[in-house]
């Protein structure tokens, strides 16, 4: 018997010799392959997208509609334009033209009809993204924020409704885009980073904030943004919308970022990752929602916000918190639960009136009540 095992034994030990030297050369092999940055970034691009497709998949199948993931080869600037959107469903409302108005309805010329918020797919300097654009001027088009599970006070100390999955929060909002906002940290609590102002009325407060950067909306659309430790607060009593991440890319038309001064340490803000923008061009008309398609660095995304003409902008939430949907159809899934949104109606996807009534409240001299 011991003669018969003997044999046996010795495979075995060939087997476990055989493994261990493929294990060690495929360990060799994956060190020098990961040495490289372009391989470390081809390989996190990857798993980004299969991610994204699990994401999207199993929102499909709890009834989400998806919109195909954008390709990773970027799109040439001059072959981009406008994606093809779904036709709005006609309503039968007191807001629709007629087609040949009676003696006794008299159409006001002044009063010209709103026009879709517009989301288009570019290529800037190979980088791919889309690029939401916000006018201001269009007098059905809205901006606010969006909390998670419909709740009316941000997460803070003292209160928290937790995050929700991007779907429902797109599925709830019925707005023309819906996109990921500010920071929030990943403890039970999931505070939400900075002072949140929308529709006039504060989401969060804290008269001790000094944190990144607010991007702000006063009466009359008047933008500002404003760095807090360099700068000074802002006037959140001031703001009908604002919104407070970083950090800033863009000060007064030149590349201007500096992380640390604003207090972010966090490597994934300060390294290469998948980031979200917001800014404004000098006529301070409109605001570029930015998504990008591709990691980049915190100066790569500075670049190319100047580059589509941008005299303000800051860095918003990205990376696994990238989202953007339009038109009720998602372009770009979250890869985690949210707690904030922003959020953009138009002329097809009108504000609510509660939404509506403020502005035009706080346009008569309505200011947010400072919380307690």
Same mark, same amino acid.
């Given at each position: 018997m011991p003669d018969r095992k003997q044999p046996n034994g010795c495979r075995k030990m060939l087997r476990r010799t055989f #493994? /261990?030297?493929?294990?060690?050369?495929? *360990?060799?092999?994956?060190? +020098?392959? /990961?040495?490289?940055?372009?391989?470390?970034?081809?390989?996190?691009?990857?798993?980004?997208?299969?991610?994204?497709?699990?994401?999207?998949?199993? +929102?499909?199948?709890?009834?989400?509609?998806?919109?195909?993931?954008?390709?990773?080869?970027?799109?040439?600037? $001059?072959?981009?334009?406008?994606?093809? #959107?779904?036709?709005?469903?006609?309503?039968? $409302?007191?807001?629709?033209?007629? $087609?040949?108005?009676?003696?006794?309805?008299?159409?006001?010329?002044?009063?010209?009809r709103g026009k879709p918020v517009q989301v288009t797919q570019k290529t800037v300097a190979g980088v791919s993204f889309?690029?939401?654009?916000?006018?201001? $001027?269009d007098p059905e088009t809205f901006i606010t924020l969006g909390l998670a599970n419909n709740a009316t006070y941000a997460n803070g100390p003292t209160v928290s409704n937790g995050d929700e999955p991007f779907a429902k929060l797109v599925a709830r909002q019925k707005? *023309?885009?819906?996109?990921?906002?500010? /920071?929030f940290d990943k403890s039970n609590q999931k505070w939400v980073m900075g002072n949140m102002v929308a529709a006039g009325r504060f989401l969060k407060y804290s008269r001790w904030e000094n944190y990144g950067t607010t991007l702000g909306i006063k009466a009359g659309?008047?933008?500002?943004?404003?760095?807090?430790?360099?700068?000074?607060?802002?006037?959140?009593?001031? =703001?009908?919308?604002?919104?407070?991440?970083?950090?800033?890319?863009?000060?007064?038309?030149?590349?201007?970022?500096?992380?640390?001064?604003?207090?972010?340490?966090?490597? =994934?803000?300060?390294?290469?990752?998948?980031?979200?923008?917001?800014? /404004?061009?000098?006529?301070?008309?409109?605001?570029f929602l930015i998504s990008f398609l591709a990691s980049l660095s915190l100066q790569q995304e500075a670049n190319i916000m100047?580059?589509?003409?941008?005299?303000?902008?800051? @860095?918003?939430?990205?990376?696994?918190?990238?989202? #953007? *949907? =339009? @038109?009720?159809?998602?372009?770009?899934?979250?890869?985690? @639960? #949210?707690?904030?949104?922003?959020?953009?109606?138009?002329t097809n996807y009108p504000a609510p009136s509660a939404l509506k009534t403020s502005w035009q409240r706080f346009q008569a001299g309505d200011r947010p009540s400072i919380p307690l």
């Open positions: #493994l /261990f030297l493929v294990g060690l050369a495929l *360990a060799q092999f994956l060190t +020098e392959f /990961f040495s490289i940055p372009q391989n470390r970034s081809n390989f996190a691009s990857l798993v980004r997208q299969l991610w994204e497709k699990a994401i999207a998949f199993w +929102e499909s199948q709890n009834g989400v509609a998806q919109k195909p993931l954008p390709s990773s080869t970027p799109t040439p600037i $001059s072959s981009v334009s406008p994606e093809p #959107l779904p036709s709005p469903t006609p309503k039968t $409302s007191t807001t629709s033209k007629p $087609s040949q108005p009676s003696s006794k309805t008299k159409v006001n010329p002044a009063v010209a889309y690029q939401t654009t916000i006018d201001l $001027s707005a *023309a885009v819906v996109a990921n906002g500010t /920071f659309n008047q933008l500002e943004m404003i760095t807090a430790r360099t700068e000074g607060q802002p006037n959140w009593g001031q =703001h009908w919308f604002s919104i407070t991440c970083g950090p800033r890319l863009i000060k007064q038309g030149k590349i201007s970022i500096s992380p640390q001064s604003e207090g972010f340490a966090d490597p =994934h803000v300060l390294g290469v990752g998948y980031r979200t923008a917001i800014g /404004f061009p000098a006529n301070r008309k409109q605001l100047k580059a589509i003409g941008c005299i303000e902008a800051m @860095n918003l939430d990205g990376g696994a918190s990238e989202a #953007l *949907a =339009h @038109n009720g159809r998602i372009l770009l899934p979250a890869g985690r @639960n #949210l707690t904030n949104v922003i959020v953009v109606y138009d």
